[in-house]
């Protein structure tokens, strides 16, 4: 039997595979194990859970339909109420298919029995009303209120014991998990052990003939075709052998040519260049297509065959993308390109394509200065192009619809204090603040939410005109020049040199600067201070709020200007966290860019930059 090569590394690393398919299948029943524990959190408890918050919110709308009864909005109040009663029962009902935990039934058996009691106290109560309204409100507090406090805390007691149940599950399953680490830490030792051993076995078995080898190969690299290798086996390094001074001898006959080197180069450049996924152009010097790949083919829809040799512009027709090329190919540097502008756009038919592309010059070796050509790369995100509008536009269509019942809620609630706000307890007037406040961030989210789609998809309109730098800053700092004052922080602007213009929409730019100044204001303490600064740098302003406040974890700043990313922080007032991402977009859209530099506990820098009018 002959023990080829093959033969050798396959016996070998098939011990070493055995061991990783075991890895993998302990690794798989650990995951079914996880799997199945989190499927029961979900099954088991959170079902449970989101009914008794449910269950919460509906007698909680139930109690308030009832203080409509007792200010004499019957009619709406005993609509609300009955409408709240459906939602609880169905819910209740849910809780009763969903029992799974120790004392879950008697929970639930007790919420049905203080609901029925709290459906009998409305009825009496409405009776009540009815004959002497004077009373009612007494009734409300000493029968009502009670029943609905005990259903509600029972409600409560259910959500807590499938909490409670959720975390055991959890636990479990971190055991599970800890367990399931453990073991392939120890398994994948023993397999890399096993490997590393088979590897230096079969390295010593092929170092030897690989020496014979590369000393023959350097003494061709010298021009010495002379050079032969003798190895005596049947395995692959004997065939290797064979075939290396097979090799030999082309090579001398190449070498009497001078040929064989520049096809073998020019075969291998071409394979590289075939194969990458990426459209792939190779212009030279006369901006003539030197070699172009089948993908770049594809990309811009043309025939291989007609590409050869074309003017650059022949192929592609696209004049902006030909002057980067031309930037590149005198400069000898890769072209530059603004932020968000390395994109074309090419229709085939009714079907647009997006392109991201990057160039690079190509020199002579151990030369910066002789330029052979340059090579465009294409990129296909089409997709994620799709993605990102498809996201855009439904975040904007969402919002817009959640526009109109939240108006109608703020409506609502404004109605209720100009009308009754003397008629309800202290504690009912600090509710009715809280969902006055609450609906109104809400509004801020919805309209934040709105603003950010509408830059994103291109549909908020700019209204562009040369506006004086020194007017910005001025309405700027007015708007915060008092609460400043209320909080002793020192709120100042300056212009280095003469004030200049800057083409841009006044009110999106103010909006920017007020943002980033009430930013610095809430996280600056009293006695600090608060400088915009603005200079000319080109043909570009740049503009800078700075502060001496806490500052910006490192943590946070790669990713401060992304949606929803808010700083924790005592000073935090519990915003959208998209108002420095709808900064971001207004200054990209006027053609600028925006960053920050700070330093945690001694303050941050935002800048941002506009071009100027001249």
């Known amino acids: 039997m002959i023990w080829t090569l093959r033969k050798k590394i396959f016996i070998g690393y098939s011990i070493v595979l055995v061991l990783l398919v075991v890895v993998f ?91 029925s009691s709290y459906l009998v106290d409305f009825s009496n109560l409405r009776q009540l009303h009815n004959i002497d309204p004077k009373k009612t409100a007494l009734f409300y507090h000493e029968t009502v209120l009670p029943t609905f406090n005990r259903v509600r805390d029972k409600c409560l007691r259910l959500r807590e014991i499938n ?104 075969q291998k450049n071409e394979a590289i260049i075939r194969n990458i996924d990426d459209g792939v152009i190779v212009i030279d010097t006369e901006y003539k297509i030197a070699n172009i790949n089948p993908t770049a083919v594809k990309f811009l829809g043309i025939e291989l065959n007609v590409t050869q040799g074309k003017h650059f512009l022949e192929v592609v027709k696209n004049e902006q993308l030909f002057n980067y090329v031309k930037q590149s190919m005198e400069s000898g540097q890769p072209p530059t390109i603004k932020e968000g502008s390395n994109t074309i756009t090419i229709k085939h038919g009714d079907i647009t394509q997006y392109y991201m592309f990057s160039i690079t010059p190509v020199h002579q070796k151990d030369s910066e200065s002789d330029m052979i050509g340059v090579v465009l790369l294409l990129r296909d995100f089409t997709r994620l192009k799709e993605i990102d509008r498809l996201k855009s536009e439904f975040v904007m269509t969402a919002s817009h619809e959640l526009r109109t019942p939240i108006t109608s809620i703020l409506m609502s609630i404004n109605l209720i204090k100009e009308s009754a706000m003397q008629k309800l307890s202290e504690r009912e007037q600090e509710l009715l603040s809280v969902a006055d406040e609450e609906a109104r961030r809400f509004k801020s989210l919805i309209d934040d939410l709105l603003n950010l789609s509408k830059i994103e998809t291109g549909k908020i309109e700019m209204d562009f005109s040369n506006v004086s730098i020194l007017t910005i800053l001025q309405k700027s700092v007015e708007v915060f020049k008092a609460q400043a004052d209320e909080k002793s922080i020192k709120l100042s602007f300056e212009i280095m040199g003469e004030t200049f213009n800057v083409k841009a929409d006044p009110s999106k730019i103010i909006w920017v600067m007020t943002n980033l100044i009430s930013n610095a204001l809430r996280y600056t303490d009293s006695g600090g ?86």
């Open 529 to 614: 201070y608060i400088l915009i600064f603005a200079e000319r740098v080109g043909n570009q302003a740049h503009i800078s709020v700075t502060d001496n406040g806490e500052g910006i974890p490192y943590e946070y700043q790669p990713r401060i200007f992304d949606k929803f990313v808010q700083v924790k922080s005592e000073k935090s007032v519990g915003g959208s966290g998209l108002g420095l991402s709808i900064c971001r977009e207004i200054v990209r859209a006027h053609g600028g860019t925006i960053w920050v530099e700070s330093t945690p506990a001694k303050g941050s820098t935002f800048t941002f930059t506009l071009p100027t009018a001249e």
């Open 25 to 115: 299948v302990w690794a798989f029943v650990y995951l079914l194990m996880l799997g199945k524990a989190s499927n029961a959190i979900l099954k088991n408890n959170y079902n449970s859970i989101l009914a008794a918050d449910n269950m919460v919110g509906a007698i909680e709308r139930q109690d308030s339909a009832i203080l409509l009864v007792i200010l004499g909005y019957e009619k709406d109040g005993v609509k609300q109420f009955h409408d709240n009663e459906k939602v609880f029962l169905q819910w209740l009902a849910r809780a009763r298919d969903n029992i799974t935990e120790e004392g879950e039934g008697s929970a639930v058996d007790t919420i049905d029995t203080g609901y």
């Open 163 to 266: 909490q409670n149940a959720m975390f055991r599950t959890s636990d479990l399953a971190r055991h599970i998990s800890e367990n399931s680490v453990m073991s392939m830490t120890v398994i994948g030792i023993v397999t890399i052990i096993i490997g590393i051993a088979f590897s230096l076995f079969l390295s010593n078995r092929l170092v030897r003939p690989i020496k014979q080898i590369t000393e023959a190969m350097r003494k061709v690299s010298e021009n010495d075709y002379d050079s032969k290798v003798s190895i005596s086996s049947d395995d692959e390094l004997g065939a290797l052998a064979n075939q290396y001074n097979d090799m030999i001898e082309r090579l001398k006959a190449y070498h009497d040519l001078n040929i064989g080197q520049i096809i073998s180069e020019k």
